[in-house]
């Protein structure tokens, strides 16, 4: 019974770390794209603004806003072709053409600047994950493009 016990908790860390590692090399993938997009254009792309500067949403509102967020920049990245490819090794739970979502199937969201609620980026823009508790407004387990060492290609 405490081996059974043990190879359950196991499991559940390696399942954890493989979900976390899986998310932030998506996030890497998109802070290169967008990087090379700014090179391109000279400037970020518009995007449905996630969350207002003056006005924090509840977390149960903020799931379609974050949509909204997501179709745009990769409609946009899509668009200039910097996603041909790029997730061509990724399950359709996770870019399906039209999305990208992180390993607990939330929407990723890029942030055109810093915000205090929910990051903080020197550069200005990123993009981020809700993490494994999906709610984006908890800052303690979600994932940022930022934190990633980011290659250039």
Do not use: C
């Not at 976390?20 to 400037?43: F, H, I, S, W």
């Not at 990769?74 to 200039?80: G, Q």
Request: neutral net charge; without cysteine; charged residues 20%.
């Amino acid at each position: 019974m405490i081996v059974v016990g043990l190879m359950v908790s196991l499991s559940r860390h390696v399942r954890a770390a493989s979900a976390d590692v899986l998310t932030k090399e998506v996030l890497r993938r998109l802070d290169v794209a967008m990087a090379a997009y700014v090179r391109q254009n000279g400037t970020i792309p518009v995007v449905p603004a996630f969350i207002g500067d003056q006005q924090i949403l509840p977390e149960i509102q903020l799931r379609r806003p974050a949509e909204r967020n997501d179709e745009a920049f990769v409609r946009a990245l899509k668009s200039a072709g910097l996603l041909t490819g790029q997730f061509d090794d990724l399950s359709i739970a996770y870019y399906d053409e039209a999305r990208v979502r992180d390993a607990w199937g939330s929407p990723i969201v890029f942030m055109s600047h810093m915000h205090p609620a929910i990051g903080m980026n020197p550069k200005g823009w990123f993009f981020f994950s809700g993490g494994p508790d999906r709610q984006y407004l908890t800052r303690d387990d979600n994932l940022y493009s930022y934190d990633q060492p980011v290659v250039q290609p």
